[in-house]
Each structure stands twice: as structure tokens, then as C-alpha cells.
């Protein structure tokens, strides 16, 4: 029986190996169902994937050229006021240099009107001399009197004048 005994390990063997491969496929099936249908799966989220994706992207792309162009319209829109701020600034200072000017103009007429009203008062003092002639007159000796205080009311409102300007 030596040479059954190789036979018949041959056999057992074989048999063996039969057996744990069913054992195995039998293990197996359950993991290769479960397999099959996460392939499935995959195969419909790939698919979804492929239809919806594509429109999403351009989408994203459209959305962010469109935030492209509003930024550029804020940055211009940005210029544009503090274009206008400046000019507003630049014509308020000008405002200003008009109503000084406007200011100096009518104190220069005020003292004007005043040294006006002097004169005429102090002709009106002084009718006598408007009744003579012109060679009488000129050989009248002037006033230095009125001629001073003339010149120091003129001088006191130019120097008011000025002190007010600044």
C-alpha cells in the first residue's frame, strides 16, 4: 500500500483544495455583490458628475467674471468721486478767495463812501470858499488842519482794512 498512500494523499489533497475554494467563492460572493453594486454606484455618480459639472464650472466662471467686471466699475465709480470730491474742495476754495475779495472789495467802497461823506461835509463847511473865485482860492493858504486829519482817518481804515483781511 505504498503506492495507494501517495494516491490517496493526492486525493485528500485535491479534495482539500476543492473544498476551501467553495468555502472561499462562498465567503466571497456577498463582498462581490457588495462590490458590484458600489461599481455601480460609482458608474452613476460619474455619470451625474459628467452631466452636471460642466454647467456648474461655467457657471463659477461666468460668476466670476461678472464680480470682475463690478469691482472694476466700483474702482471707477471710486475715481469718479473723488474726482468730483476734488472739485468740489477746489471750488469751495475759490468761494472762499471770492468772498474775500468781495469782502475787501466793499470795505474799499465803505471807505470810499466815507472819505466821500468827509469830503463833502468839510465842503459843506467850507461853502465860504466855493464862492470865490479860482485865483482867490489859490491864494488861499490850505488847512493844514483838515488836510492831516484826512490823511490819518484814511490811514486808520486802511489799517483796519488790513487787520481784518487777515
Known sequence: MTFIDPLLFLGCSILLVAVSLTA???AAFPAIQDLSRAARSAEKLFDRLDRELPPTLEAIRLASLELSDLSDEMSQ??????AVAQQVDLSITQVKKQAGNVQTNTR????GIKA???????RGESNSHDRLSAAERASLPQSPDRLDRSWRELDY??????GDSE
Not at 465709480?77 to 473723488?82: E, K, L, N
Open 24 to 26: 472561499l467563492v462562498v
Open 77 to 82: 465709480g471710486v475715481q469718479s468721486a473723488t
Open 108 to 111: 474799499s467802497v465803505w471807505v
Open 116 to 122: 466821500a461823506w468827509q469830503t463833502w461835509r468839510d
Open 157 to 162: 481804515l486802511e489799517d483796519d482794512k488790513l
